[in-house]
């Protein structure tokens, strides 16, 4: 699963022109389900998002609070096209994102997820599938990208002390690990 957060001041969906949802301070999140995914990486995801922090202190130490710290909102918004690739040609390939049942199920579970582990009032949603006008006020701007799933290039590019590739069962790291791929695994 893939997400890019935003810290805002305030955001909002609206279709159709209809205000559909609406945030003050808080987290502005666009996420997208990979074909891949499973419920495991929607839970890190989930988690993350809310833990993440993307906020000063009181005393104005930099990235010391997260959006439950500040007791901020957040508003999710499903976005395939996070999943798409770039690399051939001029077109974007959505081949890396799930299809729509899986898709619109995992996504489903992503927002409850986070409601669940926060203050359900405080998480609104987009609407999944529509065409959305996404409004948004950027404070900083404080843009993040999270993944809960290594690219697949990853394992071909750890190596052991002793030059050997890594295994996959050698990269079980906590989801909130973000590894330098150049460094050595951790012992």
Avoid at 6 to 31: C, E, H, M, N, P
Avoid at 110 to 136: D, H, R, S, T
């Amino acid at each position: 699963m893939k997400a890019v957060l935003q810290r805002v001041l305030s955001a909002s969906v609206t279709i159709d022109k209809q205000l559909i949802s609406s945030i003050g301070r808080g987290i502005l999140v666009f996420a997208a389900v990979e074909r891949d995914d499973t419920r495991q990486e929607v839970e890190a995801m989930a988690s993350k998002v809310l833990k993440l922090k993307m906020w000063p202190d009181d005393a104005g130490g930099m990235w010391k609070q997260s959006v439950l710290d500040i007791q901020g909102e957040v508003l999710c918004v499903s976005q395939f096209t996070l999943a798409a690739s770039t690399r051939k040609g001029n077109k974007p390939d959505f081949h890396g994102a799930a299809g729509g049942e899986k898709a619109r199920e995992l996504y489903d579970y992503f927002f409850a997820k986070v409601q669940g582990l926060y203050e359900p009032e405080k998480v609104k949603n987009g609407v999944f599938q529509a065409l959305m006008v996404v409004g948004i006020v950027n404070d900083g701007p404080v843009t993040l990208e999270i993944q809960t799933t290594p690219p697949k290039n990853f394992l071909n590019k750890l190596e052991t002390k002793d030059k050997k590739p890594v295994t996959e069962s050698a990269t079980k790291l906590p989801p909130d690990e973000n590894p330098d791929v150049t460094a050595p695994l951790p012992k």
